[in-house]
């Protein structure tokens, strides 16, 4: 492995977690801007939570992909897989997370974001470096960041009622209003049991 990437990895390995938390908290910091929808997490939700962490891997990927002189289709494909796995792994893991019942998931939630991307840096560094032929999925990968984007865009806008998309505080979906009273939505769940 070349020692520009080894560096690129690490200092992602630094500052994608410092994303993954200025993205969760974008939605507060802009007072509830179209930024902050966008990009940022408005509620506390499964998907929520792995948009972010996807939207920091894959940040940090273009700027890295800025830098690269060659191998780019071999780069591009190697972080398309990665991101996916990224996804699946945040998901799966959250859905642990919530079947164990673990009240205030937001350290282990953060630590599987973490892990994850870390995962993924091994794997895209594997894929990237070994001596599979993966430069011939470029096209398929394209496809893959356009089926990416469009999920990201559906979902965030209008997220459907299942569980990987439900507050897991409020038990509701989407953006949250300010004047709902969380305390009575405590109680009426407590009474449909």
């Known amino acids: ?3 520009e990437t080894v560096k690129m990895q690490i200092w992602g390995i630094i500052v994608v977690p410092l994303m993954i938390i200025l993205f969760k908290n974008l939605y507060s910091l802009t ?10 997490s408005v509620n506390n939700s499964m998907w929520e939570q792995t948009k972010v962490v996807m939207l920091s891997y894959f940040i940090w990927s273009l700027v890295e992909a800025v830098g690269k002189r060659s191998g780019f289709h071999r780069f591009a494909v190697s972080r398309m897989i990665s991101i996916w796995l990224v996804g699946a792994f945040c998901i799966l893991s959250y859905l642990l997370i919530y079947a164990l019942g673990i009240e205030n998931a937001n350290l282990p939630r953060f630590i599987c974001a973490v892990t994850a991307c870390l995962c993924a840096f091994a794997l895209s560094a594997r894929l990237e470096y070994g001596e599979r032929k993966i430069e011939q999925l470029f096209l398929p990968c394209v496809f893959m960041m356009l089926l990416l984007i469009a999920v990201y865009c559906s979902f965030t806008v209008f997220p459907p009622h299942m569980v990987i998309f439900e507050d897991t505080a409020m038990g509701m979906y989407g953006i949250i209003p300010e004047y709902i009273d969380s305390g009575a939505i405590a109680l009426d769940t407590l009474y449909r049991v």
């Open 31 to 40: 007072n509830g801007a179209l930024l902050g929808i966008f990009f940022g």
């Open 1 to 3: 492995m070349k020692k």
